[in-house]
């Protein structure tokens, strides 16, 4: 069985600051892991991936995230907050199915 | 290029009524899949495709609820005999056949059940 958690209904952080959204994730063998990000009445799209590899992985719009496996995390992260970030983020992980299991989402509000 | 298209984009329907949304996937994807976006619920799935073979239905939460998928293309999900749980946000992915491409989401079907 695979799961996803992220702790955090919503992040707020002023603009300019780092921004973290944490996930952490269960899976029985080795994880796939994705961030996606979602707009108001948009679908989701992809922002980054781990497969194997770095641990620390870079995406779009200057996002990136760090897998660590003994902490089973894979936490988005951005050195420096735009308000135009603000959105709702989803962290995936999939093992070997074919069907990502999402986390709940992370509300992100960046403040001027 | 072109993205997935769902549609509607909104529908309103009365309950008991049956529903059929749309999904046109990203030509040459073989794999489709369906969420249901509910608020503060994050996506559940509900149903997989994936070229020629029998879908993974183990996320369809009734009887109620079934989907095709027409010459590996377009798809459709039904719901019939809607109820007011039903009323959710539809969302349709596709994406290439290897094990570590990303999903591709349409804007997804806004469904309110009255």
């Known amino acids: 069985a695979q799961s996803v958690a992220q702790p955090e209904d919503q992040v707020n952080v002023a603009e300019g600051n780092p921004l973290t959204v944490k996930c952490t994730y269960s899976v029985s063998g080795n994880p796939y892991l994705f961030w996606y990000v979602q707009y108001p009445n948009r679908g989701l799209q992809f922002l980054l991936k781990y497969i194997t590899g770095d641990n620390l992985v870079k995406g779009s719009y200057g996002f990136e995230a760090e897998f660590n496996k003994s902490q089973t995390s894979f936490h988005l992260k951005k050195p420096s907050a735009l308000v135009s970030d603000s959105a709702l983020y989803f962290c995936?992980?999939?093992?070997?199915?074919?069907?990502?299991?999402f986390g709940r989402g992370t509300s992100l509000i960046v403040h001027p | 290029g072109a993205g997935v298209s769902q549609s509607p984009s909104n529908k309103v329907t009365e309950k008991g009524k049956d529903v059929e949304l749309r999904c046109d996937p990203i030509s040459g994807h073989t794999a489709l899949y369906w969420y249901r976006q509910s608020l503060g619920q994050g996506l559940e799935f509900l149903i997989y495709f994936q070229g020629n073979s029998a879908p993974d239905k183990s996320g369809l939460p009734s009887d109620r609820f079934s989907a095709e998928r027409t010459g590996g293309s377009v798809s459709t999900l039904t719901i019939q005999r809607t109820q007011q749980e039903d009323s959710a946000v539809y969302l349709c992915a596709s994406k290439v056949d290897t094990d570590n491409s990303p999903l591709h989401f349409g804007n997804g079907t806004r469904l309110t059940v009255t």
């Open positions: 995936a992980v999939r093992d070997g199915s074919y069907i990502p299991t």
